[in-house]
């Protein structure tokens, strides 16, 4: 009787710890349960952050500019918290445990802010009509109950946005020609499920917390995340586990490190001269650019530890194919650079442009448009764009250069899952 040939994905494993079989593991499937959650968190967040200006304003009395500051307090914090959630996924706890661990801790936030919204006891009084001028603001308790509930909200966007892309990415072998192709697929239905759930959040989540109640909507953003969690534990057993292999950051800071206490040592003219520990299909070649950062991978006697074996330190040494990684980390800085001046108007549009439109007439007929639900446009925009480029940008892509574009990053610096919003 013939044995059966099993096929493993390339350095991935199965939830067992065994070797991942590319028939049992892996696959768009197990992806898909990866955009549920990914999907669930942008109908929380988005779904909080372009209505919540309006809440801290006619609810909590809170002043205008002190109203937009927290709103973009939370969605800053939300962001720089996905250095955390990464450096946790790669260094310790792996992307399943850190996208199961900050998805409840999400859950949590927005039950809470469910609940700051329903009880009496933790808003300040209703404003009363023949005294407008005498709205009581929310009490420094009051404000404490509802910081905590949106920095727990921000502690679950931040670790789940650091972990989802790259966990999906984890599903498909990029040794596999067939499946690198679903790879490079699979960034474009992450962003379109993005953008979906971003629309359902400014258009059927605002309409809900402004017509029907506030703890109403937010107890769906609590009940749908708690449903997605399910969902992802459900698919367990299909999916790809990477190893931890420690964080970028600190692999940047130990190149960067190295090249400096090396700073006035001569670098060889054959590349053949310098440290290099990757295997021989994974290695990067040396460029000619930034070429200060190639010090870190000249070898000098003081890398030799005892009885002339290479010191492995790698604060003090670094191979050429991680100095190149930091380079491609480098060249990616001025398009991250063109991010900054997007989202500070981004920022305007979920904050003093929702608190305009709110003063305007907004009537359709009888029916009256959520002020938060302007930022339609936006998402709108974003999943016509995207429609374009899938279906029209790549095929002509790939019939002009007989490939479709990649989104490869370095695997050591999987940055991806850093900064995708």
């Known amino acids: 009787m013939e044995e059966k040939i099993v096929s493993s994905a390339a350095n991935a494993l199965d939830y067992k710890g065994f070797p991942a079989d590319k028939s049992k593991t892996g696959g768009w499937i197990p992806a898909s349960l990866i955009l549920g959650i990914e999907f669930c968190e942008r109908l929380s967040t988005m779904g909080i952050a372009v209505n919540l200006v309006t809440y801290l304003i006619g609810t909590m009395h809170l002043p205008s500019a002190t109203s937009a500051n927290i709103v973009t ?52 009084p209703v404003c009363q009509a023949e005294s407008p001028t005498l709205c009581k603001q929310a009490t420094g308790s009051q404000m ?59 258009t059927v989540l605002v309409y809900i917390q402004d017509e029907l109640s506030r703890s109403l909507g937010y107890g769906i953003c609590s009940v749908s995340m708690f449903t997605a969690i399910l969902i992802f534990l459900a698919g367990t057993r299909r999916y790809r586990y990477k190893k931890c ?18 700073r006035d040592v001569h670098i060889p003219t054959n590349e053949n001269l310098l440290y290099e520990t990757a295997p021989e299909g994974s290695r990067i070649c040396q460029s000619g650019q930034f070429r200060f950062l190639d010090k870190a991978a000249v070898i000098i006697k003081e890398d030799h530890a005892t009885n002339n074996i290479m010191s ?24 991250w ?14 904050t003093f442009s929702v608190e305009q439109a709110s003063t305007m007439k907004r009537n359709i007929g009888s029916f009256q448009i959520p002020s938060g639900s302007l930022t339609v446009f936006f998402v709108s925009a974003i999943l016509i764009s995207l429609a374009v480029y899938d279906r029209l940008i790549i095929p002509i892509w790939k019939k002009w250069k007989g490939k479709q574009g990649n989104y490869k990053f370095p695997p050591s610096l999987n940055f991806s899952a850093y900064c995708l919003a």
């Open 73 to 124: 307090d939370f969605m800053g914090t939300s962001f720089l918290l996905c250095l955390l959630g990464g450096f946790l996924a790669d260094s310790f706890l792996g992307r399943y445990r850190t996208i199961a661990i900050f998805a409840l801790v999400q859950t949590i936030g927005t039950g809470m802010l469910a609940i700051s919204t329903k009880l009496p006891q933790l808003r300040p």
């Open 144 to 202: 404490s109950v509802l910081y905590a509930s949106l920095f727990l909200i921000a502690v679950g966007t931040g670790g789940l946005k650091s972990s989802v892309s790259g966990f999906g990415t984890d599903q498909f072998d990029e040794n596999d020609e067939k499946e690198k192709a679903k790879m490079n697929l699979f960034f474009g239905r992450f962003f379109f499920f993005v953008s979906l759930g971003t629309l359902m959040a400014v």
């Open 312 to 335: 492995s330190n790698p604060w003090c040494i670094s191979s050429v194919t991680k100095v190149e990684e930091v380079k491609m980390m480098i060249r990616l800085l001025p398009i």
């Open 245 to 262: 292999a420690g964080s970028p950051v600190v692999h940047i800071l130990q190149v960067i490190v190295a090249a400096v206490r090396k």
């Open 337 to 350: 650079a063109t991010t900054i001046i997007f989202w500070t108007t981004y920022a305007q549009m979920i």
